[in-house]
């Protein structure tokens, strides 16, 4: 199975162009495709609906979008009718089996007084696989304090550990003449963390490697997929000094649940993506 996570900077590559075929073919041929900074109605790309761009580029994929805030556009009426122009922001999922269900989990956030801060979240699908139902996570943490990605990670894994007994979107469906749905425990979390590997909320996810074992599989710390792999991913250039090799990192990842760690085959970025300022991250799983 082949995932892909790509935060994709609503469309805006590294040349300023907005190019939104080349981000689907970065991504094409994915099982699961993990996306952020997916808009509709952004002033920065001229109000694209990007959600519907991508659907039709990528007729193939299942999907399901989770904006994390809408803000009116300039909303007004026109020959008696209502125009609803509403800024959209969010994670965006794809897949080419079927979403099972879906739900937007918004994450904890506080108000900030000089530097722009997002409403930001995690969007969940559960997706039919070959190895059965497992949940995927395309999110995005803040970008400017490690305290509130602290309280983001801590609110995010609350949920997705909590997920077999408070059942996801929905339970007791049997009143609705459809069958329970599954309640899979195994999970991969794929987006922007915004945060460098070895840094406090990094290490408040996965754990403390310890002096004599290392870092031994327990249920509740998720694996990072690329450390595991042995796998450099760089994913992220600054697009004011794309060729300043000092200003590269490593804030995208891939989590998997420890009973998905041995499944871990390959892990890889796509360095020759320019369709954003960050670059596809890819994993297989066996």
């Known amino acids: 199975m082949q995932c892909v996570t790509y935060n994709i900077q609503y469309g805006i590559g590294l040349d300023g162009e907005y190019d ?26 001229q109000g694209r609906d990007m959600v519907a761009e991508i659907a039709a580029l990528l007729p193939e994929y299942f999907f399901v979008y989770g904006p994390n805030f809408e803000v009116d556009m300039g909303s007004h009426v026109k020959d008696g009718k209502a125009v609803n122009l509403r800024f959209q922001f969010g994670n965006m999922i794809l897949s080419k089996t079927p979403i099972l269900s879906s739900r937007n989990l918004l994450l ?8 722009l801060n ?6 969940e699908a559960m997706i039919e696989t070959p190895a059965g139902p497992i949940r995927f996570y395309s999110l995005h943490l803040d970008h400017r304090s490690p305290d509130e990605r602290v309280r983001q990670l801590c609110f995010l894994m609350d949920r997705v550990l909590a997920y077999p007994a408070e059942g996801g979107a929905l339970t007791g ?15 991969l979390l794929l987006g922007d963390f915004n945060m460098l590997s070895g840094s406090e909320e990094y290490l408040r996810l ?54 998905l760690a041995s499944r871990i085959k390959a892990c890889r ?11 596809p991250l890819w994993l297989e799983l066996a």
């Open 20 to 45: 939104i075929d080349r981000i689907a073919e970065s991504v094409r041929g994915a099982d699961v495709v993990a996306l952020q900074e997916v808009s509709r109605n952004n002033p920065k790309n």
């Open 108 to 115: 904890p956030r506080g108000r900030s007084i000089d530097k």
């Open 118 to 123: 997002l409403q930001r979240g995690a969007l």
């Open 173 to 187: 469906v049997g009143e609705l003449g459809f069958p329970e749905p599954p309640r899979p425990e195994e999970f």
């Open 206 to 259: 996965t754990g403390r490697p310890d002096h004599e074992f290392g870092m031994p599989l327990v249920a509740h710390l998720p694996v990072d997929a690329a450390a595991r792999a042995g796998a450099e991913t760089i994913t992220w250039v600054d697009p004011v000094r794309p060729g300043d090799t000092s200003r590269h990192k490593r804030i995208d990842y891939c989590f998997v649940s420890a009973g």
């Open 269 to 279: 970025v796509d360095r020759e993506a320019v369709g954003s300022d960050h670059m």
